[in-house]
């Protein structure tokens, strides 16, 4: 694929193991296309649960809603999760050629299937998953809609679901995010994830972890 570049993440697992991802990004465009800090938050998030727990991703079942360059999903693979990762159409060429690129690192670990989704529609599934992830996501009022509804219809009272997402300071951001919490919180119970549970050294005051569980 012409016009990439590639970033590296190392990914630690139990026994001091590692496994270093080579995340393919474009060069040009403005969503799912490169790796946001959002995403290496959220993934540096999981493996350093996955030190405190150790095998607490082992065989869950795991969707990413928003895969974009499939950084977290990828991860949730390498610590053991079967994971589905969803986007838009335009955005599965790149996600399956780094699942591809990666598949040496999470083969023999986990599993993943890509999977193109429109928020608000129908998702087939044969099981509820256990875990339901995403990373900066939130930045289109339009979409906020759809989005809750694909939470709900993907969720039970059992399935956690994490939202990782920058605050950025623009006036259409705050609005987008205000919106968000304001609806997710009529459906969900709604918690932030202490800032001291993040990777200690990946985590930043601009980047929020939320916790959702259905009502």
Sequence with gaps: MSGVFIRELDIELINDEAKTLELHQKIEGDVSCVVWDASITLAKYLEN?????????????????GAGVGCVGITAACLGANVLVTDLDRALPLLILNTEVNKAQWK???????KSLNWGEDLEMKDLPNLILLADCIYYNESINPLIKTLKELSNADTEIIVCQEMRDTEKQLECWKNFTKIAKEHFEFSFIPIEEHHPIYCSSDVVLLRLKKL
């Design 49 to 65: 649960l996955n030190k405190k727990r150790p095998g607490c991703l082992q065989n869950m079942n795991v969707v990413e809603l």
């Design 108 to 114: 023999d670990y986990g599993a993943i299937e890509v």
